[in-house]
């Protein structure tokens, strides 16, 4: 029971980062002048305004248990670019809000994570257990401990913020990348509309199914240190 309790948690801490990407693009908006998603009613932590059931929940639930990778969504806070101020730059600063607000959630965990008093050869078992969540002791490691039960909550936000902020920067539509790939390349109109029609359905073949997928797994596993090593 205990481990599909941390499975519930891990699934909603995933949600909540996902959502805090989602509203961070709407925020820059507002910024920059767009009022589209405000008026939507799409800059609140609310999960339900945010939720898709399958990107949200069903399928990164599935991907936690059968796969040692896993990714999500949500639905899309929408915005107009031609309100943005800033005409050719806004939709980048735009996009580029989502994977930032990751990276900070992530730091923030790490700062937090190394201030929990537990030895760092605990932390590090504690982070092992969950990059290999339904073949580990997690809860034996962390039953009646509240600082481990901390620091397990710091090491989750670290996991899916990093990640969520690296895939969101591959420059392929609809990732966040994209905009600063369109802004920098002027792709013909036909090519622009091909990827935005195939793009998601591009990146998940490339990731898994060419050897690029391996390279985006140790760019990803090498950052994740980074913030794991800052945390412990």
Not at 182 to 198: G, K, T, Y
Request: charged share 10%; hydrophobic share 55%.
């Amino acid at each position: 029971m205990e481990i599909y309790i941390i499975l519930a948690f891990y699934v909603i801490i995933l949600l909540y980062s996902i959502i805090l990407h989602e509203v961070s693009h709407g925020v820059v908006a507002l910024w920059l002048g767009d009022q589209t998603a405000k008026l939507a009613g799409r800059l609140t932590l609310q999960p339900l305004p945010h939720i898709d059931p399958v990107g949200s929940i069903i399928l990164p639930l599935v991907m936690i248990l059968t796969t040692p990778f896993a990714f999500g969504w949500a639905k899309p806070v929408p915005y107009n670019p031609s309100y943005l101020s800033w005409k050719k730059w806004g939709p980048v600063a735009v996009a580029f809000a989502g994977p930032l607000t990751n990276f900070i959630l992530a730091f923030l965990a790490a700062i937090i994570g190394k201030m929990i008093p537990l030895g760092p050869a605990q932390k590090n078992d504690i982070i092992l257990s969950l990059r290999n969540l339904m073949e580990s002791d997690i809860v034996g490691l962390v039953a009646g401990n509240l600082s481990a039960i901390f620091f397990a909550t710091c090491a989750m936000i670290i996991f899916w913020n990093v990640l969520l902020g690296i895939f969101n920067l591959i420059p392929i539509p609809p990732l966040d990348g994209s905009k600063l790939l369109f802004a920098l390349v002027p792709f013909p109109p036909q090519a622009e509309d091909f990827l935005n029609r195939w793009g998601f359905m591009i990146v998940l073949g490339v990731i898994f199914f060419t050897p690029i997928g391996n390279i985006f797994g140790s760019v990803l596993s090498s950052i994740l240190n980074i913030f794991y090593g800052i945390a412990i």
